[in-house]
C-alpha cells in the first residue's frame, strides 16, 4: 500500500448507496493509515460521501523568511476517526489507502480468531473535538498513560458541560483535563480552575 497523497486521490470515487445507516448505527473507529497521509486520506473520505475527522490544530506558523501562513497540524499520527455503521466500516477498511482499524485487545477473539473493532465512545470524540476548537489553549496528545484523578465537568468548551478526567503528566505539576481515548493515549489540555465542577461519584 502506498500512502502518497497522488495515489490516495486517484482512487475512484464511490460509495455504496446499499445499506444506508442511520446515525444511530454509526459509531466511532480509528482507520490507521500512513504517515502524514492523515489529512489526504479524510478529505478523501469526506469525498467519497464517509464521515471522517482528523485531530488536529489551525495554528501560524512563521518561517525563518518572516512568512507567515496558517496551517492544519495533526496531533494524532496515522490516525483518521471514521463515524461509520459496520457495513460502512467495511467498506472503508478495503480501501487501498487504509491500512487497518483499530482493533480492540480487550475483547475476546471471534471464531475466525479476530478481535472486534475498537469503538471510541461519542462522548469521548465530543470532548476531543471541542478542545481542539479552542484556539487560546494549548492542545497535545500523549500516548502513555496517566494516573486518572477526579471526574469533572469543563465548562466553556461546548454549549453544555461535557465530562472529563484530571490527569497528571509525568513530571509535570500541573494538572490538566484530559480525554483517555480507547487504545489510543489521552488527549489534554490545561484548564483553569474556575471552569471546572467536581462530580461526585456514583
Given amino acids: 500500500m502506498s500512502g502518497s497523497s497522488e495515489n490516495i486521490k486517484s482512487q475512484p470515487v464511490t460509495l455504496a448507496t446499499s445499506n444506508v445507516a442511520t ?7 480509528v482507520a490507521l493509515v500512513a504517515p502524514r497521509a492523515e489529512k489526504t486520506v479524510r478529505d478523501a473520505l ?4 464517509y464521515d471522517a475527522f482528523v485531530a488536529s490544530r489551525k495554528e501560524l506558523h512563521v518561517w525563518a ?3 507567515r501562513k496558517i496551517i492544519e497540524r495533526v496531533l494524532i499520527s496515522c490516525v483518521v476517526f471514521v463515524h461509520a455503521a459496520e457495513h460502512e466500516r467495511l467498506q472503508v477498511v478495503s480501501l487501498p489507502f487504509i491500512r487497518s482499524f483499530l482493533t480492540n485487545p480487550a475483547s475476546s477473539k471471534n ?10 465512545p461519542d462522548a469521548e470524540m465530543q470532548l476531543l473535538q471541542a478542545m481542539l476548537t479552542q484556539n487560546d489553549d494549548e492542545v497535545a496528545f500523549a500516548t502513555t498513560d496517566f494516573a486518572v484523578g477526579d471526574i469533572v465537568e469543563v465548562l466553556g468548551l461546548a454549549s453544555q458541560p461535557l465530562s472529563a478526567r484530571i490527569v497528571r503528566l509525568p513530571g509535570d505539576s500541573h494538572n490538566y483535563v484530559g480525554v483517555q481515548l480507547t487504545s489510543l493515549g489521552c488527549a489534554y489540555m490545561s484548564i483553569s480552575p474556575e471552569r471546572l465542577i467536581k462530580v461526585k461519584p456514583h
Fill in 23 to 29: 446515525v444511530a448505527d454509526r459509531q466511532w473507529y
Fill in 46 to 49: 469526506l469525498q467519497m460521501g
Fill in 65 to 67: 523568511r518572516g512568512q
Fill in 111 to 120: 471464531e475466525l480468531g479476530r478481535r472486534p473493532a475498537a469503538v471510541i
